[in-house]
């Protein structure tokens, strides 16, 4: 796509927007829309500069907020999205690295999450996409207060919950993908998809906004194909118009120096003339139908080639209507799976909900301490927290008893709390040191890491 040398020649830009939409980290739940994920320590970010592999590869954002690249060297990203890492990379690469680049940046991995205080199991979890404190604290066993049969319930009630959203988003997705390949079949610009729910607006319009840009891209691909195909035969055209000329030409000057041949012989006979006349005017023929030769045989080459472009643009053509029908089949197959498993997760969550109506109380109806760090822009924010809260990729939820307390980790990205970290174990009751300390140990090392 971009290149060292040579012109762009815009294509293959396909599916870029689309692998930063619906692969780990692109697609968000709606409680990231006002809140956009900025890059940090640990984050594993995946960049393909396309017609590049040199350049492409998965890289790992290092403790000091910097990410190490070819060509670029070190870039700090603690204050950047994915996005704006990509628009960056772009402009970095443009400024006589590359012509033209076309980049995506992805997040190819998520941070896990962290959990610590009063829970049954303490730890590193892989964070899922719409996770809230409640789903973390499920993960995570529950409450101490609460059996393991609860436990159990709430984390299958949970998963049948992740499921759900799952499947729906896959719906959405797909939904507004036929859209924009039905309308590419029509030759439109725009399309539009049909939504009965006004609780998927907001994912409806930010997935339209990444099948807009794949739209475009293709239509411009595909028009710069087929205009630069177009081009060619135009020249090939002017090319043999020149050669049928030529072809013209050379045959009149063969005819004229038939004549003069005939002529000199007729003298040479009545011994008017030397031979030497007579051999000039053969020699100067053959060159002459010499040329003609190389002419006509230039002129076949010509016609030959047209007749291979024109075959090439009609392939063009044919090829991407094929695609897309393909690419449409492919759509509505998903589309009808999903919405026959639709109905049956949604029962299945209704009886688990009917079952198990559940809120994060202790014994003495007293809501637990709930509190959340989370790095942002090279800083750490602490935070107090519901169950309904929603948590980032690399959250650390701390879960404190009524009247303990959590603790807080206040700190410079580059320079955490050795302080708050050695206090942690001690705010969280029974996950003191005393009782468990394997998991202040785990605890503390994973703060740490951060």
Do not use: C
Request: aromatic residues 4%; without cysteine.
């Amino acid at each position: 796509m971009a290149a060292l040398v040579g012109p762009h020649p815009a294509r293959r830009f396909v599916m870029s927007v689309a692998l930063a939409a619906l692969t780990s980290g692109g697609v968000a739940s709606a409680a990231w829309a006002d809140d956009p994920y900025y890059l940090s320590p640990g984050d594993r970010v995946g960049i393909t500069v396309f017609d590049q592999p040199d350049l492409s590869g998965t890289y790992v954002v290092e403790p000091n907020g910097e990410l190490e690249l070819p060509l670029l060297g070190p870039l700090n990203v603690t204050t950047l999205t994915s996005r704006e890492l990509q628009a960056q990379l772009v402009a970095r690469f443009s400024d006589g690295y590359l012509q033209h680049p076309v980049i995506n940046v992805r997040l190819s991995e998520l941070r896990p999450l962290t959990i610590v205080g009063e829970v049954r199991g303490a730890g590193r979890y892989a964070f899922i996409d719409g996770m809230t404190v409640e789903t973390a604290m499920a993960l995570a066993g529950g409450s101490l207060r609460i059996t393991g049969e609860e436990t159990a319930q709430r984390i299958e009630l949970l998963r049948t919950d992740e499921r759900l959203r799952a499947l729906i988003l896959t719906d959405l997705s797909q939904r507004v993908r036929k859209a924009r390949l039905e309308a590419q079949v029509k030759n439109a610009t725009t399309f539009t998809v049909q939504n009965n729910d006004p609780q998927n607006d907001e994912t409806i319009k930010r997935l339209s906004a990444g099948e807009q840009g794949i739209f475009d891209a293709e239509v411009k691909s595909q028009a710069s194909q087929v205009a630069l195909l177009t081009q060619q035969m135009h020249s090939i055209e002017v090319d043999i118009q020149s050669f049928e000329q030529q072809v013209t030409l050379e045959k009149e000057q063969v005819d004229i120096i038939d004549h003069q041949v005939a002529d000199v012989s007729g003298l040479l006979v009545n011994g008017l003339t030397r031979r030497s006349p007579v051999q000039d005017l053969q020699r100067e023929r053959s060159r002459t139908q010499s040329s003609l030769s190389r002419v006509i045989g230039d002129l076949a080459r010509a016609k030959s080639t047209l007749a291979e472009a024109n075959l090439k643009l009609q392939d063009i053509g044919n090829a991407y209507r094929n695609r897309l029908a393909a690419d449409l089949v492919n759509v509505q197959l998903s589309i009808d799976t999903t919405e026959s498993a639709l109905p049956l997760v949604r029962e299945d969550l209704r009886l688990r909900k009917e079952r198990l109506p559940f809120a994060l109380k202790d014994d003495d109806n007293k809501a637990l301490v709930l509190r959340v760090s989370r790095y942002r822009k090279g800083v750490m924010e602490t935070f107090d927290a519901d169950p309904s809260t929603p948590l980032r990729p690399g959250d650390i939820l701390q879960v404190g008893t009524g009247s303990g307390g959590v603790m807080a980790l206040p700190g410079r990205l580059s320079e955490p709390n050795a302080a708050a970290q050695d206090a942690a174990p001690a705010t969280f009751g029974r996950s003191s040191s005393a009782d468990n300390p394997a998991r202040t140990a785990m605890g503390n090392d994973l703060l740490s890491q951060r």
